[in-house]
């Protein structure tokens, strides 16, 4: 009888210590998954954090595209008034020169100017300066010798002639003088129209230019927030996988210091 006591607190003893190697591994592990766990939290409530700072951004991002997109309409809307501001010069600048052709040629129908437009206009002091320049400048070069040089030269003698009675004419001429008058000031406003239409083209083009550009951000700051939030689906998955270890592990303490408890009450 006494050897089996004896061989039952050798038992006894001997669990005891296995019991208390196991408790010892157990609230080692344990300690390990909660720091894991504490870990993976952090690195939750960072992930968390920088996602919704690039959602933030991303909403802010979204906000410029819409204004962008905006000025842009505005603009493109601008530029199409301003043609036509410029359509209505052009015709005033025409209807100007129309009436100074006229003026300049009043046995001339305007009729048969338009049936003879590219074949035969009529002379006007701008057609006539430029054939006495060119043939001037041809001269100069010496493009024209013998009977041809005598040629040009009277129809370079007979072109000056023409204009001094032209410049003559118009001189004297008020409703020409009101034309030219009238020609310049279209022309400023063709000028000033076309001017317009350039500025406002310019600023459609910057805010399209702006638009496309904060749109690429767009995209650049979503496809970061897209990747956080993978990271924090991970870092809450990794978390609660620690948490579950931590939890069984304490249980397992608690069992096992229950055994020892009660191992040495008996």
């Not at 939290?41 to 595209?65: D, M, Y």
């Not at 002379?123 to 054939?131: G, N, V």
């Not at 003698?157 to 032209?166: A, E, G, P, Q, V």
């Not at 970061?224 to 249980?251: G, Q």
Request: hydrophobic share 30%; with cysteine; aromatic share 2%.
């Amino acid at each position: 009888m006494g050897i089996l006591c004896e061989q039952v607190r050798r038992n006894m003893s001997e669990m005891k210590e296995i019991l208390e190697e196991r408790r010892k591994m157990v609230d080692e592990k344990a300690t390990k998954y909660r720091t894991t766990r504490d870990e993976w939290n952090q690195k939750t409530k960072e992930n968390t954090a920088a996602r919704n700072e690039l959602n933030s951004e991303v909403r802010e991002l979204i906000v410029q595209v819409k204004e962008q997109r905006e000025i842009r309409e505005q603009m493109n809307e601008l530029v199409r008034e301003k043609k036509s501001a410029r359509q209505e010069a052009n015709g005033k600048v025409r209807e100007a020169k129309s009436i100074i052709d006229q003026s300049s040629n009043p046995t001339q129908p305007q009729s048969d100017n338009r049936s003879r437009r590219g074949r035969d206009r009529p002379e006007t002091i701008h057609s006539l300066s430029r054939e006495l320049n060119r043939l001037e400048s041809e001269f100069e070069r010496g493009q024209h010798t013998g009977k041809n040089e005598t040629k040009v030269m009277k129809r370079m003698k007979d072109i000056s002639s023409k204009l001094k009675r032209m410049k003559s004419a118009e001189d004297s001429n008020d409703d020409l003088k009101d034309a030219r008058e009238s020609l310049r000031k279209a022309i400023e406003l063709q000028d000033m129209a076309h001017e317009e239409v350039q500025k406002a083209a310019q600023a459609a083009q910057e805010a399209h230019d702006l638009m496309l550009q904060w749109n690429k951000e767009v995209d650049k700051q979503r496809d970061k927030a897209e990747s956080c939030h993978r990271e924090l689906r991970r870092s809450k998955k990794e978390a609660d996988k620690s948490h579950h270890l931590y939890i069984v592990s304490l249980r397992c303490l608690h069992s096992i210091q229950d055994i020892l408890n009660a191992m040495k009450g008996s």
